[in-house]
């Protein structure tokens, strides 16, 4: 298989369309069973009834690991947004509907890890926290009760592929079940990242949907960006995830 020009490039792999499949061909530095761990994921919540792509076949190709998958065609919902900024508020109702949907879910304890270790893992990572500052975020973290649900990880736009029948969500491998205020603050910060009114209009109307209060949601703001310094993504500022853990700790 010669695959060459990727369409996409991220933090942990290249995506290639191949024969009308995507390949997803996981970078280097991964451990090599990460393509099953992600493709697990993906295969569970296919068998849920969501609207993802079907795995056809975990593989290595030129030593690397990779996932071969159903390719969706149409665009994503957050580059629709940003054509469309006037249609804001459209675009953005079908993400919290599809999140919403997701949310619904009580998921199988044995097919997906617990939010919780994950985002205990995450936040002993960072060198920028110390060790204190560390502690009441894990302290914080026990504290917190609510009802397992299905919780995507990295809900954003750019992870939504609309076509002509529906919505698909792509990118499971941080998935797991948890609790869907931290999942819906993952995603307010993430939008936030590059527009404060695009993540206000997105938190409006989830909250208008649900019922779910701006202050149960923020109760995740310290865990959710002090986990998220872990993850080291260039594009995101770590002074700004700081001066959340700070502000809300």
Known sequence: MN???????????????????????????????????EAKKQEYVYTCGLS????????EINSRPAIIMEYIHGETVGDLLMNNMEEAEHYIS???????K????VVDSDSLEPMSEKLYRQIEMPSLLNEKQKYKLLRRLNSIEYE?????????PFNLIMNEEKVYVIDWVDSSF?????DV?????????????????YLNYYCK??????????????IIAGARLAEKVSSEDNKRLVEIVLRYL
């Open 209 to 222: 949907n649900t019922g779910l209060t701006r202050d149960e949601i923020f109760q995740w703001a310290p």
């Open 94 to 100: 079908i993400c919290v509907d599809d999140q919403q």
């Open 148 to 156: 397992p649900k299905l919780c995507h990880g990295d809900f954003h």
């Open 102 to 105: 997701l949310h619904d879910m």
């Open 3 to 37: 695959l060459v020009n990727p369409i996409a490039n991220g933090n942990t792999a290249d995506l290639f369309l191949y024969d009308d499949k995507i390949i997803k061909v996981f970078k280097d530095h991964l451990p090599p069973t990460e393509a099953l761990y």
């Open 185 to 201: 603050y993952r995603t307010y910060l993430l939008f936030s990242q590059t527009s404060v009114k695009l993540a206000e209009l």
């Open 52 to 59: 993802v792509p079907k795995i056809f076949e975990i593989t």
């Open 178 to 182: 948890g609790d869907i205020r931290a």
